[in-house]
Nanobody
Framework: VQVVESGGGLVQPGGSLRLSCAAS????????LSWARQAPGKGREWVSN???????YYADSMKGRFTISRDNAKNAVYLQMNSLKPEDTAVYYC????????????WGQGTRVSVSA
């Protein structure tokens, strides 16, 4: 299983970024996918999940600003982030929960997002 995130960078407060995650080595369309983040000096924080049926869930602080989506034809999951705040600064990770697995057991190396003026 391979999981590779991309799309991070430096953005001003109020700006937008779209993160991408390319995954392979498993049945993508039947798997659940997750985004989590880790801010400097803090623990990992769950951001959003998307399931095989397309249902989505978000942490409260991201609702209305972040949108998770998937493209099964491309084995990719995305995180559109709008109205970014300095507190969104973190390394963002993409995780995979394969069909039949009880947990998200594969994670990428992360992509860094910095929100600063």
């Amino acid at each position: 299983v391979q999981v590779v995130e991309s799309g991070g960078g430096l953005v001003q407060p109020g700006g937008s970024l779209r993160l991408s995650c390319a995954a392979s080595g498993f049945t993508f369309s039947r798997s659940a996918l997750s985004w989590a983040r880790q801010a400097p000096g803090k623990g990992r924080e769950w951001v959003s999940n998307i399931f095989a049926d397309g249902s989505t869930y978000y942490a409260d602080s991201m609702k209305g600003r972040f949108t998770i989506s998937r493209d099964n034809a491309k084995n990719a999951v995305y995180l559109q982030m709008n109205s970014l705040k300095p507190e969104d600064t973190a390394v963002y990770y993409c995780g995979v929960r394969r069909l039949g697995s009880p947990r998200y057991d594969y994670w990428g190396q992360g992509t860094r997002v910095s929100v600063s003026a």
